[in-house]
């Protein structure tokens, strides 16, 4: 196990003027030994996924009310966070390999989700579940 210390300043900067500088210090625990990976790219890797991960959760609390859990125990918590996840990435598939031309008729994901919407309340019964045969 290799263990890394990373010491960073952030400088805080409006109008292009720095304002703040902002230090922080934390540890980064990793496999990969020193002969396979620099520090500086073990960096680069931990801060992408920093920010694939505050851009997920940000899209999925403005665009597809990822709010309040209202489980406390852990596994209902990642169990839900989970099925938010697949119902994200099962929307996105859809979208983008089965309606390529959906942008360039103005359908944006949010009008996409709407429509899904209006047409999963205006069902009366409920949908049949398929039967499987054996064969």
Known sequence: MRCVLVRETKKVTRRGEVIEEVESEYYIVTTVPKALMKP???WQIVHRRWDIENSVFCDLK???????????????????????????????????????????????????????????????TALPIPMCRSG
């Open 40 to 42: 500086e790219v073990l």
């Open 62 to 124: 403005m665009n597809w009310e990822f709010g309040h859990c209202y489980a406390h125990d852990v596994r209902a918590i990642e169990a839900i966070y989970a099925l938010y996840c697949i119902a994200v990435n099962l929307m996105l598939l859809f979208a983008y390999k089965h309606l390529k031309d959906a942008p360039k008729r103005g359908v944006t994901l949010t009008e996409l989700a709407r429509q899904i919407l209006v047409g999963l309340t205006a069902l009366r």
